[in-house]
Structures are given as structure tokens and as C-alpha cells.
């Protein structure tokens, strides 16, 4: 979707930071919840340092875990209050708003927190 103004404004993040956290999402739930199958040897610096944490601290990996989707939650939620005091009113693109925000955070909530509407501009 591309970028519209004013109501139906949505503008999809950037693919580096999507990506970047993506694959730290996906490697953080990885040693959250199948630990036992990271080949840590193979990791470089990043396999012992890893190891080290699941072994020493997996409660608080996992505590760390939920609490970044609970961030992730209230960010999205946040999400929906800046659409309403920036006039973006269309109903998808602030479900898109919602939903990238849910997934990527503050990747995406920066660029809706630089928005500023033609509305916004004039006062």
C-alpha cells in the first residue's frame, strides 16, 4: 500500500529495521522456548553468549520475552491514539497502523510520531 495523506495516511517501515528485528525476534523466542536445539557452536561470538544467558537467566529471557510482546501491545494501542489526534480516520489504514506497530514497535511508531497532517501543520 502506499502512502496516502490526511485520513487513509499509512506508510509501511523501513525493510532494514523490519528485518533486523524480525530475525532478533525469531532468535530471542528460539532460545526462549527450544534452547535445546540452538547450535550454539556454530554462532560465533553470539553462541556462547547465548548458551550463557539460557543457562544462567531463562527466567528473566522469558520474563523479557513477554514483557517485549506486552511493549509491543500498549506501542500498537498508542498507535491507535496518535491515528485519532493526527486525523487519520480510515479504518484500515489504521488497522495497518495497529498491526505494524504490534510487530515491529517503535520501527514503526517513529514514523507515525513524525507525521504531522496538513490539519497539524496549520496550528
Known amino acids: 500500500m502506499g502512502t496516502a495523506t490526511g485520513a487513509g495516511y499509512f506508510q509501511r517501515g523501513s525493510l532494514f529495521w523490519f528485518t533486523v528485528i524480525t530475525v532478533s525476534f525469531g532468535y530471542y523466542t528460539w532460545a526462549v522456548f527450544w534452547p535445546q ?3 550454539y557452536q556454530s554462532l560465533g561470538p553470539l553462541g556462547p553468549f ?3 544467558l539460557v543457562d544462567h537467566y531463562h527466567t ?3 520474563n523479557g520475552y513477554w514483557l517485549a510482546w ?3 501491545v500498549g506501542e500498537s494501542l498508542y ?3 496518535l491515528c485519532k489526534r493526527k486525523g487519520i480516520t480510515d479504518v ?4 495497518l497502523w495497529f498491526l505494524q506497530t504490534f510487530l515491529f514497535g ?3 511508531l517513529s514514523i507515525l510520531i513524525a507525521y504531522r497532517s496538513k490539519r497539524q ?3
Open 37 to 39: 536445539s540452538i547450535p
Open 50 to 52: 547465548t548458551k550463557y
Open 60 to 62: 528473566f529471557l522469558r
Open 70 to 72: 506486552l511493549i509491543h
Open 79 to 81: 498507535a491507535l491514539v
Open 92 to 95: 484500515q489504514a489504521q488497522l
Open 106 to 108: 517503535v520501527a514503526s
Open 121 to 123: 501543520k496549520h496550528n
